[in-house]
């Protein structure tokens, strides 16, 4: 899982109106990060309205539609945090925001690490509260 996440793919004191301009701006980050290419943003959004990326314990993981992989250059993240929290809709409000594109089959390898370590609510609440990109970095072991 080496080079997934890099600490320019960190955002911090993010602030969004709707739950689709966060979800752009995680493709944004891995657009710029070399990630994917602009196409996937559009599939990220695409996915959403599909069905909700927003996982529980105030985190969502966008990612793309099924038969995206074209639009991904490497695999990676970027994560957003989002400290005033964006509603992903049923009263559910996001305060981390992490982006996912996987390569060759590997973003249910990476979806499931970074379950793992969001499965304690405290963990997205130290996200949500890091005063660093390093503090990020550390609570998600990348």
Do not use: W
Not at 54 to 72: F, Q
């Amino acid at each position: 899982m080496d080079g997934i996440l890099n600490v320019e793919s960190i955002v911090l004191g993010a602030s969004f109106a709707h739950k689709s301009d966060a979800i752009r701006h995680a493709g944004e980050v891995l657009l710029s990060s070399g990630y994917v290419t602009a196409n996937y943003i559009d599939l990220m959004l695409k996915r959403e309205t599909m069905a909700s990326t927003y996982m529980g314990n105030h985190l969502a993981i966008p990612h793309g539609v099924d038969g995206s992989e074209s639009e991904i250059i490497r695999s990676g993240i970027s994560v957003v945090q989002i400290p005033e929290g964006v509603s992903f809709g049923d009263g559910n409000i996001a305060y981390v925001v992490i982006g996912i594109a996987g390569k060759e089959g590997s973003h249910l390898d990476i979806l499931n690490q970074v379950a793992i370590v969001c499965m304690e609510e405290e963990n997205v609440e130290k996200m949500r509260c890091a005063k660093s990109r390093q503090e990020i970095l550390d609570v998600l072991g990348l």
